[in-house]
């Protein structure tokens, strides 16, 4: 035998042998806090209560190798063990090293972590039927009366690591090749967070009921989201009150992240539907974008916002189902983008674009919205700003056609807009068909037989085949409307435990009702404070009941109740058997302060307080600008302080008042925008005078505990704007 052909069987058979050995069963094993796997591996069945180091680097379990296996056999691992509050849930369960490839993790559920799983730069990376639910996610400050502006998020940056700072169930950067299948993400903040990653597949997931992202893409290319329920990711919503949604969405799509498919996810019920923009980099130069993502299929309805948000770019927006949102499509300065086949109701504006150029808009279904589709250009835009130095941003070259109007208070509302094609289009008991004045140019009624026959084909690819996919839509209809976003200080109500929801929170009258929610069941009222003429105190779930509130200074109502049913779900993910009786309440405090609040005109360019640490210059005597008398302290401006003398663009608030406490802690709350200070009888409780610790685009939100003797006390307030937006509240709650 050749010995070159013997050499060659051998080390085949050496290499089979070692290979042999390196994928051979092992044995059950128990996770420890700082274990490494090297190697496939099965974890043994059990809770495992392991609590991360505090940052980002020192995780529970580290997984670091080639072509690994871990099953972790439905365990749960479970971190910060000594607090139930989601905000201050760190750590990260587990780690996936850098460089790592061909990893799969399968059958793990984490929780009580500010991250569960993290990868960064590994090849091939498979997460599969996992539960990721109930870790980190923020106290919301906002209720149902009033938003609390700090409540806003900011994802534009995340070049280093910025989304890193609102927690995520799993956090993937430079992740290529990555597939995420049947895994649940509930009770969090964001569920599937994405970077620089490319050629993934995010299929079969639920990822509903969390309060920030449900799937998140920066500089993302060439993925496929498929079959996926990303429901009720959503904050900032009061229904009737307040739909601000402060940047919470069902899908992110940011900075330069292209071709990639969203098919067939239902992605109600959330701040906004799918939120793309292009990106800084494209806001600074006028190039690139997020471009030709295909967003085909999916539903997007009940949005507080937008159903789909679409910026700066050229995409594909395609037969989606869009209902009930403020704007079903929002395309400001889309260019070249077709937006064909969709279903629109009962939106406030069907599809707005301002700024867009280039665009095909036909084949869609149009049912009572107020305005159908809305086009049109400011009067001027920022003479510095490099976008529009870099593109020609007239409002022009549109194809209208082939639409289906129906019941529109307005089927189209043009503004400053040349070069429209109109045709082809059928309208029904609208009001108002096309709403257009001198500024709009070279309109054009008359058919064109090639535009008919190009738009007249199928506006969509042929199906996808993707086997073994769910029905994402199955049920959808129980929860329809936006009126089912109940927004709690966790997140969205999820329906898995009873609440009692406070239906007029601004009603002035004396009455005050509630819908009991949940699981069947029965409830019963066990005490109440504040209120009396109760209709009702027990009964099955659902109901409703009626009560009085009590005439007092200070507003403390408290009512408690008790359920016993179904199996439930708490806010906090414990399950309570059937059977088994579960408490929940509802509570509102108010504390009245006097308020007198003086504002005053500022310069910092010839007097700073944030550097001099003293509100006015010394032997200055200043005059209010303005002054007001309230009960509380509840501010946000935009663009500055309107007075007597002009807008002040610059200013100081200065706010002095005394308040009749009962004894007892009290927990007390400031958001603010730009420097802040807080004197409670005279002692400085929060100093918060240096605005460059607070490096994101974002107002903060600060509590103290302060234990008070019955009587008065008084509170002075100390803030300062330095320009732009601006914001300043106080927040007292009673602690029991």
Request: hydrophobic share 35%; proline share 2%.
């Given at each position: 035998m050749n010995k070159k052909i013997v050499f060659f069987s051998v080390l085949?058979?050496?290499?089979?042998?070692?290979?042999?050995?390196?994928?051979?069963?092992?044995?059950?094993?128990?996770?420890?806090?700082?274990?490494?796997?090297?190697?496939?591996?099965k974890i043994k069945k059990g809770v495992y209560k392991l609590d991360a180091g505090r940052d980002f680097d020192h995780p529970v379990i580290l997984i670091d190798g080639y072509r690994i296996t871990v099953d972790f056999n439905n365990v749960t691992l479970q971190g910060s063990n000594s607090t139930k509050k989601p905000d201050d849930f760190f750590g990260v369960a587990i780690i996936i090293s850098s460089k790592s490839s061909n990893i799969t993790i399968k059958n793990l559920k984490v929780k009580g972590y500010k991250v569960a799983l993290l990868a960064k730069d590994v090849t091939s990376l498979t997460v599969e039927n996992c539960d990721f639910s109930y870790n980190y996610r923020q106290h919301l400050n906002s209720t149902q009366e009033k938003e609390d502006i700090s409540d806003w998020m900011s994802y534009h940056h995340n070049e280093n690591d910025e989304w890193l700072r609102y927690g995520a169930a799993m956090y993937l950067r430079n992740c290529n090749i990555?597939?995420?299948?049947?895994?649940?993400?509930?009770?969090?903040?964001?569920?599937?967070?994405?970077?620089?990653?490319?050629?993934?597949?995010?299929?079969?997931?639920?990822?509903?009921?969390?309060?920030?992202?449900?799937?998140?893409?920066?500089?993302?290319n060439y993925n496929e989201v498929v079959y996926n329920k990303i429901d009720f990711n959503v904050r900032g919503y009061s229904h009737g009150i307040y739909n601000r949604g402060q940047d919470s969405s069902g899908i992110l799509v940011f900075e330069q992240s292209s071709h990639n498919l969203?098919?067939?996810?239902?992605?109600?019920?959330?701040?906004?539907?799918?939120?793309?923009?292009?990106?800084?980099?494209?806001?600074?130069?006028?190039?690139?974008?997020?471009?030709?993502?295909?967003?085909?299929?999916?539903?997007?309805?009940?949005?507080?916002?937008?159903?789909?948000?679409?910026?700066?770019?050229?995409?594909?927006?395609?037969?989606?189902?869009?209902?009930?949102?403020?704007?079903?499509?929002?395309?400001?300065?889309?260019?070249?983008?077709?937006?064909a086949g969709n279903q629109f109701r009962n939106n406030n504006v069907g599809i707005a674009i301002e700024h867009g150029q280039d665009n095909d808009i036909y084949n869609n279904l149009f049912f009572r919205d107020r305005v159908a589709i809305k086009l049109w250009a400011k009067t001027e835009q920022p003479a510095d700003w490099p976008y529009v130095k870099a593109r020609d941003t007239r409002s022009r070259n549109y194809?209208?056609?082939?639409?289906?109007?129906?019941?529109?208070?307005?089927?189209?509302?043009?503004?400053?807009?040349?070069?429209?094609?109109?045709?082809?289009?059928?309208?029904?008991?609208?009001?108002?068909?096309?709403?257009?004045?001198s500024t709009v140019t070279n309109v054009d009624t008359t058919q064109d037989d090639a535009l008919v026959d190009k738009f007249s084909a199928d506006t969509s690819i042929l199906d996808t085949a993707f086997a073994n996919h769910i029905?994402?839509?199955?049920?959808?209809?129980?929860?329809n409307g936006r009126k089912n976003i109940l927004m709690t200080e966790w997140g969205p109500y999820d329906f898995r435990s009873p609440v009692i929801w406070n239906t007029n929170p601004t009603d002035t009258s004396d009455m005050m009702s509630f819908d009991i929610k949940g699981p069947n069941g029965k409830w019963k009222i066990k005490s109440y404070k504040g209120v009396d003429s109760i209709s009702s105190k027990s009964g099955n779930v659902p109901a409703t009941i009626t009560v009085k509130k009590l005439k007092a200074e200070t507003t403390d109502i408290e009512i408690q109740l008790e359920y016993v049913g179904e199996e439930i779900k708490t806010p906090l993910g414990e399950t309570i058997t059937k059977g088994k009786p579960y408490s929940f309440s509802f509570r509102k405090f108010f504390q009245p302060i006097d308020w007198t609040v003086n504002w005053f005109s500022v310069d910092t360019t010839a007097y700073n307080p944030i550097t001099t640490g003293e509100l006015f210059a010394p032997n200055v005597k200043m005059r209010a600008a303005r002054t007001e008398k309230t009960l509380k302290l509840d501010y946000a401006w935009w663009g500055g302080i309107k007075t007597d003398e002009g807008q002040m663009l610059q200013f100081i608030t200065l706010a002095e008042g005394t308040g009749n406490f009962q004894q007892g802690e009290y927990e007390i709350g400031v958001t603010w925008d730009d420097a802040v200070r807080l004197y409670v009888d005279n002692k400085l409780l929060i100093d918060e005078w240096s605005p460059s610790k607070y490096t994101f685009d974002e107002s903060p939100h600060k509590t103290i505990k302060l234990d008070l003797s019955a009587g008065m006390h008084h509170f002075r307030v100390e803030h300062i704007e330095l320009g732009g937006f601006a914001t300043l509240a106080l927040k007292i709650k009673k602690v029991e």
């Open positions: 085949l058979m050496k290499c089979c042998l070692i290979q042999a050995q390196i994928r051979k069963p092992v044995g059950e094993k128990m996770l420890k806090r700082g274990m490494v796997i090297t190697e496939d591996t990555a597939i995420i299948r049947n895994c649940k993400v509930t009770g969090g903040q964001n569920a599937l967070m994405m970077t620089d990653c490319n050629d993934g597949l995010v299929m079969n997931n639920d990822f509903s009921f969390n309060s920030g992202i449900g799937i998140g893409m920066y500089r993302c969203v098919y067939k996810n239902s992605v109600t019920h959330s701040g906004d539907g799918f939120f793309l923009w292009a990106g800084q980099t494209t806001m600074d130069s006028g190039g690139g974008g997020c471009n030709d993502n295909l967003i085909l299929g999916n539903d997007f309805s009940y949005a507080p916002t937008n159903g789909v948000e679409v910026t700066f770019s050229r995409n594909k927006i395609l037969k989606n189902r869009i209902f009930e949102c403020d704007n079903a499509i929002w395309g400001g300065y889309s260019y070249n983008t077709t937006i194809n209208l056609v082939l639409n289906s109007f129906n019941e529109n208070k307005t089927a189209i509302d043009v503004v400053r807009t040349d070069s429209i094609k109109v045709f082809g289009n059928y309208f029904s008991h609208s009001d108002e068909l096309i709403k257009a004045d029905d994402p839509f199955k049920g959808r209809g129980v929860l």
